[in-house]
C-alpha cells in the first residue's frame, strides 16, 4: 500500500491509513483497526488537567505534510511520530494543568485559515502559521480545534457561538448545534470536535451514535448535503477523546 503524510491538517483527500487518537479509551484504536486504520496512542500527561490528560488535540498541533509541533515534555509521543518518519517540533512552554496555559496546542487550522486564541497559543505554532503564510482568525476560545468538527474545507459544526460568527465572517458554513450531550468525565460536558475527526474525505468517524445528541438528524444531514457519510464507531452517547488527527492517507 502506497501511502503519504495528510497535507493540510484534519482534510484528507482519501482514506486514512494513521491517525493519532486518545489512547486512553483501546476500544477506538481496535475498532480502526479493523477498518484497516493504524493508530498512534497517546499516553497520559502529567502536565494536562486529569480529565485530558490523554487528548491528543491537547498534546500534538499536526502542521500537514508530516511535520507537528508537540507539548514540551512529550517524549514518549515524540518517539512515537518520529518512528512514523514526522518531523516533530516542541512548543516553547511546557503546559500545565490551569487554562489557558494547557491549550497550547488546541488550534484549529482549515487549509490557509488559522482559528485560535493568540493568548493560549504556544508561540512555536504562531510563529510556523506566520511563515506559512497562515492568516489568523482571534477567537476568545482557547480550545478552538476541541470545539470545531471539519467537515470539508468550507463546512464545520460547532456549539460555540463565537467560534461560529468568526469562522462564518472567514466564508465558511457553519452549522450551530446545542452545546453538551457529549461526554467528558471529569467536566460537565465535552464539544463536537473532541469526539471526531475525519478518516477519508467523505467519511467522518464519531466516537459514539448521533442518536443521543438532540441535534442528531441535523448534523446528520448537514453532512449529507456535504458529501460526508458519518461512520459510528460504538452504538454509545458521543465522548470528547480529544478529536482523531488524520496523519497518513492512501496515495491515489
Known amino acids: 500500500m502506497k501511502e503519504h503524510f495528510v497535507v493540510s491538517p484534519n482534510l484528507p483527500n482519501s482514506k486514512v491509513t494513521l491517525l493519532l487518537l486518545s489512547g486512553e479509551y483501546p476500544q477506538f484504536g481496535r475498532k480502526l483497526c479493523q477498518m484497516e486504520i493504524r493508530t498512534i496512542l497517546t499516553q497520559p500527561s502529567e502536565n494536562l488537567p ?90 476568545s476560545q482557547g480550545y478552538s480545534r476541541c470545539s470545531v468538527a471539519v467537515i470539508d474545507a468550507n463546512s464545520v459544526i460547532t456549539a460555540d457561538p463565537g467560534m461560529a460568527k468568526i469562522m462564518k465572517q472567514a466564508g465558511l458554513e457553519v452549522l450551530e448545534i446545542q452545546s453538551g450531550h457529549i461526554r467528558l468525565p471529569g467536566y460537565d460536558y465535552g464539544f463536537i470536535g473532541g469526539c471526531c475527526g475525519l478518516i477519508a474525505a467523505d467519511q467522518l468517524a464519531f466516537t459514539g451514535s448521533l442518536k443521543f445528541h438532540p441535534d442528531g438528524e441535523r448534523i446528520k444531514q448537514f453532512l449529507l448535503q456535504c458529501g460526508v457519510s458519518c461512520v459510528e464507531l460504538t452504538n454509545e452517547p458521543l465522548l470528547d477523546i480529544g478529536g482523531l488527527i488524520p496523519i497518513k492517507e492512501r496515495s491515489e
Open 50 to 139: 486529569f480529565p485530558v490528560r490523554y487528548h491528543s488535540d491537547m498534546q500534538c498541533c499536526y502542521l500537514g505534510n508530516g511535520r507537528a509541533v508537540i507539548a514540551a515534555g512529550e517524549s514518549e509521543l515524540r518517539q512515537q511520530l518520529n518512528y512514523f518518519d514526522i518531523q516533530t517540533i516542541l512548543t516553547e512552554s511546557q503546559p500545565d494543568k490551569e487554562y489557558p496555559r494547557d491549550a497550547g496546542c488546541n488550534v484549529l487550522q482549515i487549509e490557509e485559515r488559522l482559528f485560535c486564541n493568540p493568548k493560549s497559543t504556544d508561540n512555536i505554532i504562531l510563529r510556523e502559521m506566520e511563515q506559512n503564510k497562515i492568516s489568523m482568525y482571534r477567537v
